[in-house]
């Protein structure tokens, strides 16, 4: 059974809600070891069942919290593997790529915030995670 503290570690990135892939899901929570952001460093959004990769644009610290801006990537496809988990790619930088904004919470976990235009405040939404220091694509053909 879980204690309270536990419970309130438990909403990141929830499986079956959030995200589809228990892949995702793990990536999201690896948070120990990882490495300061910084701009021009690879990283991985992690959606409902794929991932994308992107690259980090901006770090700013808010209120004690770190925030970055990252933009998608363009990633090709390099493997003739089909419709297959098995999948290869390479990236480049896509300067019309879609932007995200991410703030750390005290437990080391990225989650995907808006600017509230009103009270210029960060708002979690129910969105994405990010693994930073590494880039990586993948798209799940089942959905």
């Known amino acids: 059974m879980y204690g309270v503290k536990e419970r309130k570690q438990e909403k990141r990135m929830k499986l079956g809600t959030q995200t589809g892939s228990m892949t995702n899901h793990l990536l999201s929570r690896a948070v120990v070891g990882q490495p300061e952001p910084a701009e021009g460093m690879g990283a991985t959004i992690l959606c409902y069942s794929d991932r994308h990769a992107a690259t980090i644009t901006h770090v700013t610290r808010a209120h004690k919290t770190t925030v970055v801006y990252v933009r998608q990537d363009k990633a090709t496809r390099t493997d003739k593997n089909g419709m297959s988990e098995s999948q290869s790619w390479a990236f480049e930088p896509n300067p019309q790529g879609a932007l995200y904004t991410f703030r750390q919470s005290k ?37």
Do not use: C, M, P, S
């Not at 590494?134 to 053909?141: I, L, P, V």
């Open 107 to 143: 437990n080391g976990q990225w989650e995907e915030v808006r600017v509230n235009e009103k009270t210029g405040r960060f708002n979690k939404i129910e969105g994405n995670g990010l693994r930073i220091g590494e880039r990586a694509e993948y798209y799940d053909f089942t959905r």
